[in-house]
């Protein structure tokens, strides 16, 4: 097996002069790890795809070192009918960059716009089938399925659109990308063509709305099919852009623009789009919670950790409680954690900060800090002092209109011990977080700390 034909097997071809240059055969292949890849410079998604392939090949399975035959044998009994969620991404203007640029130059163009659209589709676990010239495909559900494909996708779409501005040509002139995602039933599986040509085949009807709705978005959209939107829920804010006729479908079909996150507080509200059917087959679990409720508010706390497999309906347990409490005084506090963002230990509450303060995807970060000090200043603290502590959770630049966090803290542990009060502050607008004020006797300002409410 030819090296180079491996790596054109996997789309990766360009990657081929790397290997060469390095001296990377075969034999060498199989041992490579990621911080190898990572030192012959290659991004995320590729190095993804590599480790898999190599993986593959490493254990006798990969595809592209059988026989053709073989192969075509092998794939058809492994081509599966089911729900995908397919994404088109489109370069605008690429061809009119062409006419301006040397080749050479529109190739490193091209290159850094591609490893970027498939770092981020491997980010949220899709899969880049394939690179057609300035569009990409990407699956999402194939050949790795998740509960929450269409969202990943969306994600996936806003990543690159806002990221492509940003890369470099030498022009000067910023580039835009345009996203296209569809939902249905489809066959994936099948190996199709030879040698650079061989891709996996998806049959249905799914990527060719993909596609009709790339065409249809506008620079720096993303346009998804009525199928996604239902399983989105509320996750983002949908603009319906009603029933448009697209070339190859009989009948019209409507679509949506995603206009950025949406509102709502949780994920399980967000993805309902009805009313909740009777909960079935869980009255212990919820006389439980009822019974620790009534020891709580007789002045006894109670803590209950509800702990379960993924869709067993802890949520839903947790949301037929709150509608049983109605309309009895009570604080609700509600922090998301989010399997996308793992890597994000106070991810929760920054979420919970950015929807009380009414943060909006296009706002400046001027704008934000506005909202900030806006919402920090309805809790009757010392905005100067709390300021730089959430802009700092925030990713908020202060521009010098604060001291650093990091000075202010080093500052504060570098000063003399002094007896400390403390109290507990609730901000409005539903109560949506809390934080513990520390204000130690002589100084000039409050340490404060996130603290569990």
């Given at each position: 097996m030819d090296l180079a034909a491996w790596l054109r097997d996997l789309g990766l071809e360009r990657y081929e002069p790397t290997f060469r240059e390095n001296e990377v055969?075969?034999?060498?292949?199989?041992?490579?790890?990621?911080?190898?890849?990572?030192?012959?410079?290659?991004?995320?998604g590729p190095r993804k795809r590599l480790l898999k392939a190599i993986a593959a090949l490493v254990a006798g399975t990969s595809t592209a070192s059988a026989a053709p035959g073989e192969a075509a044998r092998t794939t058809a009994l492994s081509a599966e009918r089911r729900q995908l969620t397919v994404m088109f991404v489109d370069l605008v203007g690429s061809t009119a960059l062409s006419s301006r640029l040397d080749p050479e130059e529109l190739r490193a163009v091209m290159r850094s716009y591609q490893d970027l659209c498939a770092t981020e589709v491997a980010r949220w676990e899709g899969h880049v089938a394939k690179f057609l010239g300035d569009g990409i495909l990407a699956y999402f559900g194939w050949p790795v399925a998740h509960e929450d494909e269409a969202e990943r996708a969306v994600r996936a779409g806003l990543g690159i659109v806002e990221a492509v501005p940003a890369v470099p040509t030498p022009t000067g002139e910023p580039l835009a990308a345009r996203v296209g995602i569809a939902t249905g039933m489809v066959v994936v599986g099948d190996?199709?063509?030879?040698?650079?040509?061989?891709?996996?085949?998806?049959?249905?009807?799914?990527?060719?709305?993909?596609?009709?709705?790339?065409q249809l978005a506008e620079p720096g959209m993303i346009i998804v099919a009525d199928g996604t939107r239902r399983l989105l829920g509320q996750l983002f804010d949908l603009e319906d852009l009603g029933a448009r006729a697209l070339h190859g479908f009989s009948a019209p079909v409507r679509v949506w623009r995603v206009a950025g996150e949406g509102r709502t507080m949780g994920r399980f509200e967000a993805r309902r789009s009805a009313d909740l059917t009777p909960l079935v087959g869980r009255e212990h679990e919820v006389a439980l919670l009822l019974d620790r409720w009534k020891l709580a508010r007789e002045g006894e706390g109670r803590a209950v950790l509800l702990a379960g497999e993924p869709g067993v309906g802890k949520s839903r347990i947790a949301e037929d409680l709150r509608q049983r409490l109605g309309d009895e005084p009570h604080l609700r506090l509600l922090y998301q954690c989010s399997p996308q963002h793992t890597g994000s230990a106070l991810h929760p509450i920054a979420s919970q900060l950015e929807h009380a303060a009414g943060f909006h995807r296009d706002d400046e970060p001027r704008a934000r800090l506005a909202k900030l000090e806006a919402l920090l200043a309805e809790g009757g603290e010392d905005v100067s002092a709390l300021a730089p502590l959430f802009a700092a959770l925030l990713a908020i630049p202060t521009d010098g209109g604060y001291p650093p966090w990091s000075s202010l803290h080093s500052r504060e542990r570098s000063g003399p011990s002094r007896p400390c009060s403390s109290s507990w502050r609730a901000l409005p607008r539903g109560n949506r977080f809390c934080w513990s004020s520390r204000t130690c006797t002589g100084s000039t300002r409050p340490r404060s700390s996130f603290s569990d409410c």
């Open positions: 055969d075969l034999e060498i292949l199989r041992e490579l790890g990621d911080a190898d890849l990572q030192e012959l410079g290659l991004p995320f190996l199709l063509g030879e040698g650079a040509a061989r891709e996996e085949a998806v049959v249905g009807e799914t990527p060719n709305l993909a596609a009709r709705l790339q």
